[in-house]
């Protein structure tokens, strides 16, 4: 699953990333921001504190990213625990709002803009954000894989040589449906798992171990969003078998996006309703 978290995730390895090609390492501590170096180095500690209160609310994510420190401990899904994050959103943006953008270098000006952008997301869309408690993976991320098969479409590759960046993420992509599904159904252990990796992909040991103890944290992850790729896929090509002449790439995609994420058998019923309209 993946929960309301990952936009602020998102958010914050930019600006950490940011924060760290212009500034060099921060102090441990938060520290309020009053301007010149001071400013500097108390929100690049505000950003890393917020780190590190995102890797113990998502353990998993955290393993996911080779931070073993939480590998102990499961996220909490319930309730209440919701709440608490949501409550927590709503503290944080106050926090954000009282640093003074005027006292910071115009590309920590920018961190904080992306953060607070962010931080405003959360906490606005909370009442409407009855997804948290179901799986959206399939739709999301399955849109995602399927986005990058439009390269072809688009004419964005010259020759075949252009292609195999995309070639060599296909291979990864199906790499990890065989040790999902090994790890959690055929109980493969850890190092065979590692192997697998590392002989079917060019990855590193580092790469391929990463990995490997990213499925072990997120079971069923990576087949969902090969189940949403191929979903779309398919939607695709019987709404242009079906449509031939009046098939419109561009309106089939206002279709499928129009709604936001959408279980994939409700999705598939939106889409044969459009093609029956348009072949009116």
Known sequence: MRY???????????????????????????????????ARDGLNAFFRAEW????????????????RRFDDRWPDVSPAGFARRAAYARELRARVRAIDPASLTAEDRLNLELFAHDVDTEVEGEPFRLWHLQDDTAF?????????????????????????????????????????????????????????????TPKTALDATNEIDRSAAWPGQALAYKIG????????????????????????????????????????????????????
């Open 229 to 280: 790729q191929l979903e779309f896929r398919r939607l695709r090509d019987e709404a242009r078998s079906a449509l031939r002449p009046r098939f419109d790439v561009k309106a089939f995609h206002d279709v499928v996006l129009r709604e936001g994420a959408l279980p994939l058998d409700v999705l598939a019923k939106r889409v044969e309703a459009w093609v029956a309209e348009t072949n009116r």
């Open 52 to 67: 590190e209160h995102r890797m113990r609310e998502w353990p998993t994510r955290a393993s996911s990213l080779g931070d």
């Open 140 to 200: 999301i991320e399955g849109w995602a894989h399927y986005a990058e098969s439009l390269g072809d479409d688009m004419g964005l590759y010259d020759d075949s040589y252009a292609k195999l960046g995309q070639l060599a993420y296909e291979m990864w992509r199906a790499v990890r449906l065989v040790v999902d599904t090994g790890m959690h159904a055929m109980h493969w252990d850890r190092q065979r798992a590692i192997d697998y990796f590392l002989e079917n």
């Open 4 to 38: 309301c978290a990952r936009p602020m995730r998102a958010a914050l390895l930019l600006v950490l990333a940011l924060a760290g090609a212009c500034h060099g390492t921060a102090p441990a501590t938060a520290a309020s921001p009053v301007g010149g170096p001071a």
